[in-house]
């Protein structure tokens, strides 16, 4: 099964918005956080072919998850909400539960970059000093004198 095309842009602008309206209830720690991560996002998108702004964006987004969680739940106001501290929580927490679903995405987009998260699967033509294996072109070489 083929997984839509999703544009980093587009991610970016939902967790900037769903941030924009989180920080009306949530300041502090949780804009900081967030807004961080979105920064790294922007270097990601303006460096298309850098795996170290999506590898950053990537991990930050994990971490934001989490960092999400601790703050929703240590300040979420315990007193009755208003209708727009309601809306800005729930979006907050929407936003805390569409980053892995994000982060799923920008997995995939760090993958068509070129890199992989886990041991490497090809075999290079290098070889260690420490090598009994002499490569056949050396071995050729010492059986001829060479003349100068």
């Known amino acids: 099964m083929e997984l ?3 544009n980093l842009k587009a991610i970016l602008l939902l967790h900037w918005l769903l941030t924009i309206w989180g920080c009306i209830v949530f300041p502090g720690g949780y804009a900081w956080s967030n807004f961080t991560i979105l920064a790294l996002g922007v270097w990601a998108v303006a460096q298309r072919d850098s795996i170290d702004a999506i590898s950053m964006f990537l991990g930050g987004l994990v971490v934001t ?12 106001p315990r007193a009755s909400l208003s209708d727009t501290e309601r809306f800005s929580a729930g979006m907050a927490i929407f936003s805390a539960l569409l980053k892995p679903v994000s982060c799923f995405f920008v997995y995939q987009m760090y993958r068509e ?4 998260l886990g041991p490497s699967q090809e075999h290079s033509a290098y070889q260690t000093i420490d090598s009994p294996e002499v490569p056949a072109n050396l071995e050729s070489r010492a059986h001829v004198p060479q003349r100068y």
């Open 4 to 6: 839509p095309a999703v």
């Open 65 to 76: 998850i989490f960092l999400d969680i601790i703050h929703i739940s240590i300040f979420y």
């Open 113 to 116: 970059r070129g890199a992989f």
